[in-house]
């Protein structure tokens, strides 16, 4: 065999692995490869291999010019394209591609900003091996934002195919909204509105998070910031039904989305749409007090259906939960106590002896200011005067509330024949995987805040980029069960439930798992955000000789048992 040069006219020549033989007499010639796309320092390493040459002396030296994390890219870029989303991305390969797929990968390995992003993908100042493998080590932040820009484009699109992956006719809908703070003032979405961060007087932006029963994101959307949950609901059933073309649907929502409107304008006449809510407590204390349902008639962990006339056409479904109530107890005992703490530094100010508190206007201010902060106002009866004041509970309200401690209603339009009363309740908490999802994008993985993009459709990408993530992460997490603390027995436990009002206990090889901190196997179990660190260790080395840089190679770090069960139990390799 030899390497031959073929002149290519006005184009640069072909290099080609080539053998020659005899045939009847006659010199014949047949390409094996062709090699132009090769470096050059390659294409001349294997001429020297092929006419013989000692490449390296057997005493040479070599060193590590260069190592970089790896193994959490091999893992995580591995499992992308294991689950197809690099072709649901694009189903071709392109530069765009390549650059949505990096960041996606990244906000799982290093959630950070874009500009950040660009540094840790760039061969200069490259943090892990994501830029090499992919073939983008020349990128700018300017180009991420491009790529982010065309991934926009795309969204229905993907989120269509998602859809047809993972949800069916006739199947759950798992929709909750969160919303998180936004930095800077000049994105049209950012407003004032209910921020659930404790960030006060930021603006916010309103997410709202479409999955499947088993919790795998679908589709998200962004709302401005001072858009109320019921709002969004409409436009979410439009686009399952309309855009991913499934025409019967059970949603389910939570109390404070899927409203008594919502229910009346939106979801009540369409009989191709079914719900799962819960009622609120102002409608459950007015069920009591009209004796619809009386706590004493439930045993712990009791869940009985009730026909009140106030809901024609729907099952109410009344549930009590013992630890539930316990906890609740608990906690207005708490909270009456800080209330009455807050009320008698009002009542003290107006005591002291040095510049009192008077005037009944401006006590009344201070007392409001104070007495619902902790929202306890309806269990005090105050009075106010123009020199004093003086306050005390409400008893009577106080134990009308605690006797319904653990007691919560299931409100749904699906018939006794599609649904029973406890899958009822079951489908009503798996909203829970709804709210640990928004917990992984916005704090313990993924990180979606800090938001600093000015521009509506960057903001949306910038979210939707992070919903991938998590899509990523969920299978991810689906495969790792075994190294992780998850329960990997939690269908049969689910199984074994006394009541679907009860809590699913753990597992006994989850317990065990929990207190040892080791696995079945012995390996030590670790939480999904340790275990990428983990992996990161995993590097890649370029080695060279010393005597000459041009003659090199590749070397792995040869992977502990932990890493080495990760990518058996992902089904990717670590070389890429």
């Known amino acids: 065999m030899y390497i031959a040069t073929v002149p290519n006219r006005n184009s640069p020549p072909a290099i080609l692995l080539r053998e020659s033989y005899r ?24 001429r020297r291999v092929l006419r013989g040459d000692v490449l390296v002396n057997p005493e040479e030296e070599f060193e ?14 591995g499992t992308l394209k294991s689950i197809g989303l690099d072709s649901l991305i694009a189903t071709k390969q392109s530069r765009q591609r390549d650059l949505a797929t990096a960041m996606i990968v990244w906000r799982v390995i290093d959630p950070v900003s874009k500009l950040s992003t660009a540094q840790g993908l ?15 080590e020349d ?45 800077g003032r000049c994105c049209p979405l950012a407003r004032l509105g209910h921020g659930r961060d404790g960030k006060k007087g930021k603006l916010q932006i309103v997410i709202g998070l479409v999955c499947n029963q088993q919790g795998c994101p679908v589709s998200v959307d962004v709302f401005e910031g001072n858009t109320g949950d019921p709002k969004t609901v409409r436009s979410q059933i439009q ?26 304008e939106d979801l009540k006449e369409d009989k191709d749409l079914d719900w799962v809510t819960a009622l609120r407590a ?84 201070r007392v409001g200011k104070v007495i619902n902060q902790y929202k306890m106002a309806k269990h005090f009866v105050t009075e106010i005067g123009e020199t004093g004041f003086s306050y005390g509970r409400r008893e009577e309200s106080i134990a009308e509330e605690g006797a319904l401690d653990g007691m919560y209603v299931i409100r749904t339009s699906v018939s006794k024949q599609q649904m029973s009363a406890e899958d009822a309740v079951s489908s009503y908490k798996r909203l829970s995987v709804v709210e640990r999802a928004f917990r992984c ?61 009860a809590p699913r206990e753990r597992s006994p090889e989850a317990k065990r798992k929990a207190n040892s901190k080791r696995t079945e196997q012995g390996l030590p179990a670790q939480s999904f955000r340790t275990l990428l660190k983990d992996l990161g260790t995993l590097t890649k080395n370029w080695m060279t000789t ?6 090199g190679f590749v070397l792995y770090t040869n992977p502990t048992p932990l890493q080495a069960k990760v990518f058996e139990l992902l089904g990717v390799p670590v070389r890429m």
């Open 23 to 46: 045939e009847n007499g006659k010199v014949k010639t047949n390409t094996i490869a062709n090699l132009s796309s090769l470096p050059a320092a390659k294409i001349e390493g294997f």
């Open 64 to 77: 590590n010019t260069r190592s970089l994390p790896h193994g959490h890219v091999a893992a995580v870029l």
């Open 122 to 136: 760039r061969g200069e100042t490259a943090r892990s091996s994501l830029g090499g493998v992919l073939g983008i």
């Open 139 to 183: 990128v700018e932040d300017d180009e991420l934002y491009a790529a982010m820009d065309w991934l926009f484009t795309r969204q229905g699109w993907m989120e269509k195919h998602l859809a047809k992956r993972h949800l069916a006719d006739g199947a759950l809908v798992l929709y909750d909204v969160t919303s998180t703070y936004f930095e």
């Open 239 to 264: 686009k399952v039904r309309e855009k991913f073309g499934i025409k019967r649907i059970v949603l389910v929502g939570d109390r404070g989305m899927i409203t008594e409107a919502r229910i009346r």
């Open 282 to 365: 102002p409608a459950i204390k007015e069920l009591a007090e009209n004796k619809r349902i009386t706590p004493e008639l439930y045993d712990d962990w009791g869940l009985a259906e009730v026909s009140c006339e106030e809901y024609p056409g729907e099952r109410l479904i009344v549930c009590k939960n013992p630890l539930l109530a316990v906890e609740r107890a608990r906690k207005r005992k708490d909270l009456l106590w800080a209330t009455e703490k807050n009320l008698e530094e009002v009542k003290q100010a107006t005591q002291r002896t040095k510049r009192p508190l008077t005037g009944a206007g401006r006590i009344g201010v």
């Open 441 to 501: 994008i916005k704090t313990v993985d993924l990180k979606i805040r800090p938001i600093n993009h000015r521009l509506a459709e960057r903001v949306r990408s910038h979210v939707f980029i992070c919903m991938l993530a998590y899509y990523v992460e969920w299978h991810m997490r689906g495969k790792l069960k075994p190294v992780l603390f998850d329960d990997t027995d939690g269908q049969r436990m689910e199984e074994e439930r006394i009541s679907a009002v």
């Open 546 to 551: 010393k005597s000459d840089s041009t003659i």
